[in-house]
C-alpha cells in the first residue's frame, strides 16, 4: 500500500521531513502508518475508514472528551489541527464535511480523513495474549479505563456505530447475507449457518447491567504494552468509545485472551488460566467499579462476544469481506469458525 501523503503530518503542524514510513499490521479497520521525522519521532497516522465510521463529527466529540478527561494518560496523546480538531481531512473534501476543520471544498471528490497520535515509544503490540499474565494487564488496563470514565454522564458521548453489540441485530444481518447470497457462497458454509444460529439462541445477557462509557472493542490487540516490564500503557483504537456495558469489554476480552491460538485459527482451545487471569485483572482496574450483577455475568459475557463476533465474520464472509481486512481467501469464514469454537468452549466454564 501506499504511504501517506507528507502533507497529512503538516496539516498537524508537525513541519519536519519524514525520513521513513512503516505499515502497522495487525488492525481490522483503519489503514494505520507509523512515520519518522527527522530527530527520529514517530507518529502513528491513520486513515480513518469512513465506511465503517461514517459519522466522524461524532467521533470527533468523543475523542475529544477523552483527550480531555484522561488528559494523555492511558490512551495515545491527539495531535490537532491549526483549528484544534483531531480530524483532518484532505483538500479535495466537499465544503459541507470541512468547514469547522479548514480544508478547502471539493465538489466531487470524497474525503479522506486522517488522525496524527504520537507513538508510544518503548512499547510494544500484540494480536493476541502470549500468556495469562499478559491477558491479566490488558484487562487491568480497560477496567481502570472504565473507572476513570465513571463520572462522565453517559449522555455526553454520541454513536459512533448504531447497534455495535446487538446480537439480535448481528443475527438478522446474517440472515439477509444468508438469503442475498450475492457471492453464491452460502451453501458452501451452510454448516457454519447454522452452528453460529444455534449458539447465538443459547447465549445472552439476563437483567439489565448498568448503561456505561466503555472501549466496546476491548480486546488485548488494542493495547501497547511497556517493552521491558510488560504493563499496559496505552489503550488504542477509541473509536468505539461510547456508552454500553463493561460486560462487553470483559466479554471481549475473554473472547480474545481465553487462546493463545490466532482469530481464525479452527483448532482453538480455551484456556481456563487465561480467563480466570482476565477476569482478576479487570476486577483489580476497575476499583469496586463493578456491580454484582454485572459480576455474576461474567460467565455469559465470553461466549456472547464470541458468537457475536463470528456471526460477524460470516455476515462479512458470505458479503464479500467488505468490513473485516483479509489477508488469503476464506480468512472470515475461517474467523467466523473459530470464534464458534470458541464460544462452545466458554459455555462450559463456571467463573
Given amino acids: 500500500m501506499t504511504p501517506p501523503p507528507d502533507g497529512v503530518l503538516k496539516a498537524f503542524d508537525i513541519v519536519e521531513e519524514v525520513v521513513g514510513w512503516a505499515r502497522l499490521a495487525g488492525g481490522h479497520i483503519h489503514d494505520t502508518w507509523v512515520a519518522t521525522i527527522s530527530g527520529g519521532t514517530r507518529f502513528v497516522v491513520q486513515a480513518i475508514n469512513t465506511s465503517v465510521f461514517r459519522d466522524i463529527d461524532a467521533c470527533e466529540h468523543n475523542l475529544s472528551l477523552l483527550d480531555h478527561w484522561l488528559g494523555g494518560s492511558l490512551i495515545p496523546r491527539f495531535r490537532r489541527t491549526p483549528v484544534g480538531a483531531v480530524h483532518w481531512l484532505t483538500p479535495s473534501a466537499p465544503a459541507a464535511n470541512t468547514a469547522s476543520r479548514g480544508s478547502a471544498p471539493s465538489p466531487t471528490a470524497a474525503p479522506t480523513v486522517w488522525r496524527v497520535t504520537e507513538f508510544a515509544e518503548g512499547t510494544v503490540g500484540a494480536t493476541s495474549a502470549s500468556s495469562a499474565a499478559q491477558g491479566h494487564e490488558a484487562a487491568r488496563a480497560f477496567g481502570a479505563f472504565v473507572h476513570r470514565l465513571a463520572p462522565i454522564p453517559v449522555t455526553k458521548f454520541a454513536v459512533t456505530i448504531a447497534r455495535f453489540h446487538d446480537l439480535s441485530w448481528r443475527m438478522t444481518e446474517l440472515a439477509e ?161 473459530a470464534q464458534t469454537r470458541l464460544a462452545d468452549g466458554l459455555r462450559q466454564l463456571q467463573i
Fill in 177 to 337: 447475507a444468508v438469503q442475498d447470497d450475492d457471492l453464491g457462497r452460502a451453501l458452501s458454509c451452510r454448516r457454519e449457518i447454522d452452528r453460529v444460529r444455534a449458539t447465538a439462541d443459547a447465549v445472552g445477557l439476563p437483567g439489565d447491567p448498568p448503561v456505561r462509557i466503555v472501549h466496546n472493542d476491548a480486546k488485548v490487540a488494542n493495547v501497547r504494552f511497556a517493552a521491558g516490564t510488560g504493563a499496559a500503557v496505552v489503550i488504542v483504537d477509541l473509536d468505539t468509545t461510547m456508552a454500553g456495558s463493561l460486560l462487553y469489554d470483559v466479554g471481549e476480552l475473554i473472547r480474545s485472551g481465553c487462546t493463545d491460538a490466532r482469530e481464525d485459527d479452527v483448532e482453538a482451545e480455551v484456556d481456563r488460566s487465561r480467563v480466570e487471569a482476565i477476569v482478576d485483572g479487570y476486577l483489580e482496574g476497575a476499583s469496586g467499579a463493578v456491580t454484582e450483577l454485572e459480576r455474576a455475568c461474567f460467565g455469559l459475557a465470553g461466549p456472547l462476544m464470541a458468537i457475536e463476533n463470528a456471526a460477524r465474520f460470516l455476515t462479512d464472509h458470505l458479503r464479500g469481506d467488505k468490513y473485516f481486512t483479509t489477508t488469503y481467501d476464506g480468512q472470515n469464514l475461517a474467523r467466523s469458525r
